[in-house]
């Protein structure tokens, strides 16, 4: 059987002895390290939980926070960007420029406009994601009639 020093008097005693036959403490084998080291342990367990259900609740604020950079932060590239196959379905008849930019994130180039009877017509071209990928809208009056694309992903 394992022998210890009891914590309390120093004589040796059965370290699954739980009062010690000396001077009668109990668990006699349970030093005081053991203690401290097992008092860790329930602490590092408890922070472990305490982190876990802390990371679940930073999850929502998390996504907020890329939500809002998204909104906050989105850029209109002066230049071509490459525009994808979601971008070009999100586009709705009847929308103006102005939202179709937002949502294509840059500017088309301004292929052709002609003016009939007061009805404005303008093409524009963007450059797709894709080789050699691209759309075009046609707008009436500031207003999407129109749209086609090749190739986009
Ligand atoms: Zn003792």
Redesign the pocket.
């Given at each position: 059987m394992a022998m210890t020093a009891?914590?309390?008097?120093?004589?040796q005693?059965s370290k699954s002895a739980r009062t010690?036959?000396?001077?009668?403490?109990s668990s006699?084998g349970f030093s005081a390290l053991q203690f401290v080291t097992s008092l860790i342990v329930v602490l590092l367990i408890g922070a472990g939980i305490a982190g876990a259900i802390g990371n679940q609740n930073d999850h929502p604020s998390a996504a907020n926070a890329t939500t809002r950079g998204a909104h906050g932060g989105r850029q209109i590239a002066e230049s071509a960007c490459g525009v994808s196959m979601a971008q070009y379905l999100a586009l709705k008849t009847d929308m103006t420029y102005t939202t179709v930019v937002s949502i294509l994130g840059c500017y088309g180039e301004e292929t052709s406009s002609s003016e009939i009877a007061g009805f404005k017509s303008v093409l524009y071209t963007w450059r797709g994601n894709g080789f050699a990928a691209n759309m075009n809208a046609i707008f009436q009056n500031g207003r999407l009639a129109s749209k086609a694309q090749f190739g986009l992903k």
């Open positions: 009891c914590r309390e008097c120093g004589e005693v010690c036959p000396y001077c009668g403490i006699p």
